[in-house]
């Protein structure tokens, strides 16, 4: 049987799956253990994408508490975060995350949570982080010591970045699409001074439920490319396009696009 282009294309390929104890004796995992609250949920009690990224914030944190890096690398951005629903929540379930590195360079790593709750849910994620210094606000260095950590669970040390959502910004009339306001709110802006990533997928959300399209129904991809910041003075406007099983979100500000979402859904995991 030939190859599907789902399985072929960057944006539709599996993610890394967590190190195995032959290759790797010494990986380097960070488990934690979250419950889904009412917060956190839908009307249908499905666990939401803002959920799911606040979680992902929270282990991450934890994690540099925990091996003692909060005051040597307190400040990561992330660029591309992917998340895999293979079997959604069924309610209120207690999650445990599993956190590892799949990938880094000097300045940035590719961190999987895989996130299995005790009745029966499970989602992969990835994400790219990028590590800040708090003083030019720009990437900087990683220290000898924490890439040490990252190695022993990957031997990709050549991690780049390249965007998988390159789609231009399509006309306001062109087939499938409609343009959405997105108001933001003071209590969006994180310490950076910029809209929390979480918040981009608030934005995914309204556009899902305006789809009325079941995306979400089954096994789904949601991935969001955070292209530039967005700040509390701008004005954003989704726009989105559904065709077939995806959804295309992209956040203007003006003429520039400031990030971009794709929501698709996915064969039941076997």
Known sequence: MPQSTFMTSPLHAALPPAPDGAGFPDAEFFDAAYTIRTGDVDNANRLRLDGIARYLQDVGNDNLVAVDAITSHPYWIVRRTVVD?????????????????SGFSTRWSQMRVSITGDRGARIETSGFWINISGETGMPTRISDDFLARFARATDDSRLRWSRWLDEPLPAADDPGVRDLPFTLRHTDIDPFDHVNNAVHWQAVEEAIAQSDAGLVDGPYRAVVEYLAPIARTDEIALRTRHSGDTLTV?????????????????????
């Not at 079997?87 to 207690?94: F, I, L, Y």
């Not at 992209?250 to 076997?270: E, I, L, N, T």
């Open 85 to 101: 629903v293979e079997t959604p929540n069924s309610g209120t379930e207690k999650l445990t995350l599993r956190r590892w590195c």
């Open 250 to 270: 992209w956040f203007r500000s003006g003429d520039a696009v400031k990030a971009v979402a794709h929501v698709s859904a996915r064969p039941a995991h076997r």
